[in-house]
């Protein structure tokens, strides 16, 4: 089961829907997959799930273990402010420690109107990734200028598909 996480907490964002994308991409490569989606933590989970009240909060405790208990994990991350979504990081420091994603393959996808497709981003998150000892997938996916590659739900440049086929098979074959 690979587990992708939607890394905003923006209802109805181009994270979801490139999550969907996954999700069918990883279907036709013969593997099973669930997306969480942070637009679905529960809103007060910075001042009621973390630090001192860890563990003491009921809905953000089974998104958090959904994520930690995924066996491989694909994260897509968009652009926020040259780095990623803030939620996303408050969201991490609501993991156990020692970090139950010690060992596990992790997959990152960024995402941007941009052109360059979060690479800083993916960069910030390779380290804490690294610090929670996962396993970083060396091919990062980067897709750019979502408004002309991302149109009606499908990815549109040939090169970026062959990217996702090819991370999906090495996320899969691991």
């Known amino acids: 089961m690979i587990t992708i ?7 109805n964002s181009r994270s979801r829907q490139i999550a969907e994308y996954y999700r069918q991409q990883i279907q036709q490569a013969g593997a099973e997959s669930r997306i969480v989606d942070l637009a679905d933590l529960p809103i007060d989970f910075i001042y009621s799930a973390l630090y001192a009240n860890f563990g003491k909060h009921d809905a953000f405790n089974a998104i958090r273990d ?3 208990n995924a066996s491989k994990l694909i994260f897509i991350v968009p652009e926020y402010n040259g780095s990623f ?3 996303l990081k408050a969201f991490l420091d609501g993991f156990h420690y020692p970090s ?3 060992g596990k ?5 960024g995402i941007s109107d941009g052109g360059s497709g979060n690479p800083l981003g993916m960069s910030h998150l390779t ?3 690294s610090f929670m000892n996962a396993t970083v997938l060396g091919l990062r996916v980067k897709i750019p200028f979502l408004k002309k590659n991302w149109v009606e739900g499908e ?5 970026i598909k062959t990217l996702i086929r090819q991370q999906i098979e090495t996320l899969v074959s691991f």
């Open 5 to 11: 996480v939607s890394s905003t907490n923006q209802k």
């Open 66 to 68: 959904s994520v930690e």
């Open 85 to 87: 979504p803030g939620v």
């Open 100 to 102: 139950k994603l010690s």
């Open 105 to 109: 393959m992790v997959a990152l996808v």
């Open 127 to 129: 380290d804490i990734m």
């Open 155 to 159: 990815i549109q440049d040939e090169f």
